[in-house]
């Protein structure tokens, strides 16, 4: 086992650890419930992370991080029309809220 990703942001550790599991990489959280103890143990142990099954995954959810991370950077608030339904989403939205197509 590998601890690949720590975030003290629960959501975006819930996002990378969703992107992995569409991805099928085998992976779980650790520390998930824990922050509720920080000032009892020190801060950077109550940290909940993602960790891979097997190391040899790393390579593979490297590249994904780095892509998610990179989407992230480049959002934009300019709405943008689903080419597939023709739904107006906000530019934040990478899923087309009606159809989920890609955008």
Request: glycine residues 4%; contains cysteine.
């Amino acid at each position: 086992m590998e601890r690949f990703y720590s975030d003290y942001n629960q959501i975006k550790l819930r996002q990378v650890k969703e992107m992995l599991d569409d991805a099928g990489v085998p992976c779980f959280i650790k520390n998930e419930f824990i922050q509720g103890a920080s000032g009892e143990i020190p801060p950077h142990e109550a940290l909940p992370e993602i960790w891979l099954n097997d190391g040899s995954w790393a390579s593979k959810a490297n590249k994904l991080l780095k892509q998610l991370e990179d989407d992230l950077a480049n959002m934009d608030d300019v709405e943008w029309v689903c080419s597939s339904c023709n739904e107006t989403n906000e530019g934040q939205f990478m899923l087309c809220w009606q159809c989920q197509e890609s955008k």
